[in-house]
């Protein structure tokens, strides 16, 4: 078995119900940070990381994902023919090589976890990693690059964490740890979504995974967890069981969460204002409407 992670699984079969009515036509992960869809940020973090194959594990209604990885050649002409040399790049950005990109369906609604075991006939024998678009983490070094130099290490399974306030907890998976050393905590159980004033930490489990086979066969068992769905978290927590090492990665960087919609504006907002472009415009208009909304309350 190969050690080197070069496969990643998006699972984008939700229906991002969060967002409508802008999601009642297009897919959550092609709404727009700055200028960019969140699923581009995904695929830069995974490339990054050594990712060459990307696999999506869509649903229903999600056509203009795979239209948005497709080639656009009158777009490219026209840029072309107009010397629009810069935005010719940003749009060449966003091609992929042929054959790196699968598309699976999730039929049925069943969690997280099902949507990964739907991909297993492509991931084979191999650990592999997973992104949840949702989990948008701005850091010096791309989460998933942080993650796979640490598995180069440690092997095993492992789970982006991060420390959640108390009353957020129960909406993750959370760890239970054994120790640590630095970033790195060994996990001795997991637990997805924790009635509350049952969790073992307030440590939770970030949308970046990097998961060995095992956690596809225990998938395979279609056990049903937290709010009746088959839960990623599970399998992982069976690997414990089952006497397999795994870890949480604490990494570096600030993560937005773009499922809600705070997380998402808050995102915007912080992109934004990482853009040279946009950053004093942005910030004069924040400052003006955040006084005046307070000389007003
Ligand atoms: C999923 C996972 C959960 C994890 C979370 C991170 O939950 O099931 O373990 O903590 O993503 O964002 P969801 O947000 O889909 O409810």
Request: aromatic share 6%; hydrophobic share 40%.
């Amino acid at each position: 078995m190969t050690n080197k992670v070069t496969k990643a699984i998006f699972p984008v079969a939700g229906l991002g119900t969060r967002f409508l009515p802008a999601t009642k036509s297009i897919p959550k992960e092609i709404m727009t940070l700055v200028d960019r869809p969140l699923i581009q940020y995904a695929i830069d973090e995974a490339r990054a990381a050594g990712i060459e194959e990307f696999i999506f594990v869509t649903s229903r209604g999600k056509g203009s994902l795979e239209d948005y990885f497709d080639r656009a050649p009158t777009l490219e002409e026209d840029l072309k023919a107009k010397n629009k040399d810069k935005l010719l790049d940003v749009l060449n950005g966003t091609n992929m090589e042929s054959g790196a990109i699968a598309y699976i369906r999730q039929h049925q609604a069943l969690g997280l976890g099902h949507a990964i075991w739907c991909a297993r006939r492509l991931i084979g024998d191999e650990p592999f990693a997973v992104i949840l678009t949702d989990d948008l983490i701005a850091s010096e070094t791309p989460c998933l690059q942080q993650m796979v130099e640490a598995y180069e290490q440690t092997g095993g399974s492992m789970v982006a964490a991060m420390e959640v306030p108390a009353d957020k907890v129960s909406a993750y998976g959370v760890l239970d740890v054994e120790s640590e050393d630095g970033r790195i905590l060994k996990v001795k159980g997991m637990v997805e979504k924790p009635a509350a004033g049952t969790e073992p930490s307030n440590l939770a489990v970030i949308g970046r995974y990097i998961l060995t086979p095992d956690v596809l066969r225990n998938l395979e068992n279609f056990k049903k967890g937290a709010g009746g769905e088959i839960q990623l978290t599970d399998a992982i927590a069976d690997e414990i069981a089952q006497g397999r090492d795994v870890y949480g990665f604490c990494f570096e960087g600030e993560r937005f969460d773009c499922g809600s919609k705070a997380g998402y504006l808050q995102a915007t907002v912080s992109f934004g204002l990482e853009r040279e472009e946009l950053r004093d415009e942005l910030m004069a208009h924040l400052e003006q409407i955040v006084a005046m909304k307070r000389a007003a309350e």
